[in-house]
């Protein structure tokens, strides 16, 4: 059973930090690449950050980057989400991400999400 957990939500001011993490259990953590989406009311699904399955390389979207840092710890099977200067426009739920390979083609995973609120 392939199961992703997220925690570290929260409610900050504007310019705050949060740590979000993501734990990964029911298939091989070390050979996929992890991803934090996010969604606002109202809006589409969008991704945050990337990493890759070593974790040498990471990607952001531009409005993320400078902000936001993704990570990893295979070890733990375990990802993480460092957000700073948090603005309003980043409120959302944030989700954990994997796309799995089987037999039967490929199939998105997603955690339960994790609701982030910036305000004043």
């Known amino acids: 059973q392939v199961q992703l957990v997220e925690s570290g939500g929260g409610s900050v001011q504007p310019g705050g930090s949060l740590r979000l993490s993501c734990a990964a259990s029911g298939f091989t953590f070390s050979a996929y690449t992890m991803n934090w989406y996010r969604q606002a009311p109202g809006k589409e699904r969008e991704l945050v950050a990337s990493i890759t399955d070593s974790g040498a390389s990471t990607n952001y979207p531009d409005s993320m980057k400078g902000r936001f840092t993704i990570s990893r710890d295979n070890a733990k099977n375990a990802v993480y989400l460092q957000m700073n200067s948090l603005k309003p426009e980043d409120t959302a739920v944030y989700y954990c991400?994997?796309?799995?390979?089987?037999?039967?083609?490929?199939?998105?995973?997603w955690g339960q999400g994790t609701q982030v609120t910036v305000s004043s």
């Open positions: 991400h994997v796309l799995l390979r089987s037999t039967w083609g490929r199939v998105n995973y």
